[in-house]
């Protein structure tokens, strides 16, 4: 069976200083994982994933995570915040064996202060 | 660029009225999932399709049904409404299943009185 935690559902940063959300999974085969983003009152949309192959991966919006196998993590960091980065962020895994049924954590809610 | 559309929006409902939630999605995609979002708890997935003509439960089934006669459109019924199935149900759509990306739609906000 599949899960994911992520730690914190609110983080607070001020502009310009650094992102860091973070994700733990677990899964029995090798994972997919994905950050999703979602905006007030719009449906979810896809930050980055990491599938197979380098383990940074890099999205939009100036986003990247690691993948890092020994610590089942899956951080998603960006440098430097922007207010428009405040929304709600989603850690989710899935796997080859799954039918593409993905897990979802319950969201990091992020505040972005001026 | 419609991507996944869904339709209603926004329903109120009495208990023990039924609906249907329409999915359509415009990208040729075999697999398709209905979740539902309540606050805190991310999203659960209530059914979900690996094709035209299959359904499949998720992790919170009960009290939904579903159909896919359709490639495009995927289809969430509410048979019996009740309070717990107040939530927001969002529809996705993938192509590669496990691999690939989910896309979205916007949301459909269903309140149950």
């Known amino acids: 069976a599949q899960s994911v935690t992520q730690l914190g559902s609110h983080v607070s940063v001020s502009e310009g200083a650094l992102v860091l959300l973070r994700c733990n999974y677990s899964?029995?085969?090798?994972?997919?994982l994905f950050w999703y983003v979602q905006y007030p009152n719009q449906g979810l949309q896809l930050l980055l994933k990491y599938t197979t192959g380098a383990t940074l991966v890099k999205g939009i919006n100036g986003f990247e995570a690691e993948f890092k196998k020994s610590e089942t993590s899956f951080h998603l960091t960006k440098p430097s915040a922007h207010m428009s980065d405040a929304a709600e962020y989603f850690c989710a895994v899935s796997d080859e064996d799954n039918a593409g049924k993905s897990t979802f954590g319950d969201g990091t809610t992020l505040t972005v202060k001026p | 660029n419609a991507g996944v559309t869904q339709t209603p929006k926004f329903r109120v409902l009495k208990t023990g009225q039924s609906m249907t939630l329409l999915c359509a999605q415009d990208m040729n995609h075999e697999y398709m999932y209905w979740y539902r979002q309540d606050p805190g708890m991310g999203l659960r997935l209530i059914h979900y399709?690996?094709?035209?003509?299959?359904?499949a439960k998720g992790e919170v089934p009960d009290g939904y049904n579903v159909s896919r006669l359709k490639k495009q459109n995927f289809l969430l019924g509410l048979e019996s409404a009740a309070p717990s199935q107040t939530s927001v149900y969002f529809c996705?759509?993938?192509?590669?299943?496990?691999?690939?990306?989910?896309?979205f739609g916007e949301g459909s906000r269903l309140t149950v009185l």
């Open positions: 899964s029995s085969v090798p994972p997919y």
């Open positions: 996705a759509s993938s192509s590669l299943g496990g691999r690939g990306e989910l896309f």
């Open positions: 399709s690996v094709g035209e003509g299959t359904t």
